[in-house]
Nanobody, 123 residues
């Protein structure tokens, strides 16, 4: 089992920044690819970013490319999502997720999920 706890969400004005953190516990963190997803009511969970085991490969959705950056610190068992130039359409609940070994952009491919953190961007 892997337990994931997100933090860092909140209310921010358009153009502002937030950094989300996801602390993992349980199994060996460095054996898990990590992803960030987001969801708004009535829509499917959307891939935002993913990162490989060591952090040498990252993947970002086109909608956030150039604005968001995923990173991880395996010594701290934590994955981060730095979000800059936020837009109102980024408003969602953000979830981190863990998947054994390999990154995928499909939410169905992830085994463990955090409880989510709300991000609200005002115009």
């Amino acid at each position: 089992q892997v337990q994931l706890v997100e933090s860092g969400g909140g209310l921010v004005q358009a153009g502002g920044s937030l950094r989300l953190s996801c602390a993992a516990s349980g199994r060996t963190f460095s054996n898990f690819a990590m992803g960030w997803f987001r969801q708004v009511p009535g829509k499917e969970r959307e891939f935002v970013a993913g990162i490989s085991l060591s952090g040498d490969r990252t993947y970002h959705a086109d909608s956030v490319k150039g604005r968001f950056t995923i990173s991880r610190d395996n010594a701290k068992n934590t994955v981060y999502l730095q979000m800059n130039s936020l837009k109102p359409e980024d408003t969602a609940i953000y979830y981190c997720a863990a998947r054994w070994l390999v990154v995928t952009t499909s939410a169905r491919g992830y085994d463990y999920w955090g409880q989510g953190t709300q991000v609200t961007v005002s115009s």
